[in-house]
């Protein structure tokens, strides 16, 4: 459906290009996109093969484990039915790391073993346990302290400072993820009553 919805904005365009002698301009932008694409993806594939040989040097050094149980202190009461030495609570942490990086593509694996081992110990249930929920909310709610990926696109398009937008970032995805918990735990003592 997405697919005839943009072929059908394409189309548009193209005839309206024609009718109002724009197609120069057109034409013009077919042709230069293809190249900004090409080297926007190459910043951001660099930046990505880049924090993933930071993330193996930490894992094999054994920083990740150190920063891993800090993390895991932090948000153990988010998940109370979960053992601190649980090994779902470590991919969590690891998600969780990864994603305040902006590190989208290093934190999915992260992500995927935790949620596989949370429906391990939920018995492989077709009812999504509480520790699932709430990790898929605040993994939704995006908690970002460096928008790496932002800071690579802003500076690719020569953005006069590309880090500007930091603390916006910290502080709307930090308020996005406070809420998502609010509206978790209250959603589970809505649920009890």
Same mark, same amino acid.
């Given at each position: 459906?997405?697919?005839?919805?943009?072929?059908?904005?394409?189309?548009?365009?193209?005839?309206?290009?024609?009718?109002?002698?724009?197609?120069?301009?057109?034409?013009?932008?077919?042709?230069?996109?293809?190249?900004?694409?090409?080297?926007?993806?190459?910043? *951001?594939?660099? &930046? /990505? %093969?880049?924090?993933? +040989?930071?993330?193996? !040097?930490?894992?094999?050094?054994?920083?990740?484990?150190?920063?891993?149980?800090?993390?895991?202190?932090?948000?153990?009461?988010?998940?109370?039915?979960?053992?601190?030495?649980?090994?779902?609570?470590?991919?969590?942490?690891?998600?969780?790391?990864?994603?305040?990086?902006?590190?989208?593509?290093?934190?999915?694996?992260?992500?995927?073993?935790?949620?596989?081992?949370?429906?391990?110990?939920?018995?492989?249930?077709?009812?999504?346990?509480?520790?699932? *929920?709430?990790? &898929? /909310? %605040?993994?939704?709610? +995006?908690?970002?302290? !460096?928008?790496?990926?932002?800071?690579?696109?802003?500076?690719?398009?020569?953005?006069?400072?590309?880090?500007?937008?930091?603390?916006?970032?910290?502080?709307?995805?930090?308020?996005?993820?406070?809420?998502?918990?609010?509206?978790?735990?209250?959603?589970?003592?809505?649920?009890?009553?």
């Amino acid at each position: 459906m997405i697919n005839k919805i943009f072929i059908f904005i394409f189309l548009v365009g193209l005839i309206y290009a024609g009718c109002t002698n724009r197609a120069d301009i057109v034409v013009t932008q077919l042709l230069s996109a293809p190249k900004e694409a090409f080297f926007l993806f190459l910043d *951001i594939y660099v &930046l /990505l %093969i880049f924090w993933g +040989g930071i993330l193996q !040097i930490c894992k094999d050094s054994g920083l990740l484990k150190v920063l891993s149980r800090y993390i895991i202190c932090i948000i153990h009461p988010l998940f109370k039915n979960l053992d601190k030495e649980e090994e779902a609570l470590q991919y969590i942490s690891m998600n969780f790391m990864a994603n305040m990086l902006s590190m989208g593509s290093a934190a999915t694996p992260f992500g995927l073993l935790a949620m596989k081992k949370l429906d391990e110990l939920n018995n492989h249930s077709e009812v999504a346990s509480d520790e699932m *929920i709430t990790f &898929l /909310l %605040i993994n939704t709610s +995006g908690l970002c302290l !460096i928008p790496t990926m932002l800071i690579a696109i802003r500076s690719q398009y020569h953005s006069t400072n590309p880090v500007a937008i930091i603390p916006y970032i910290a502080v709307v995805s930090t308020i996005s993820t406070i809420l998502s918990i609010v509206l978790d735990k209250g959603g589970r003592v809505l649920a009890k009553r």
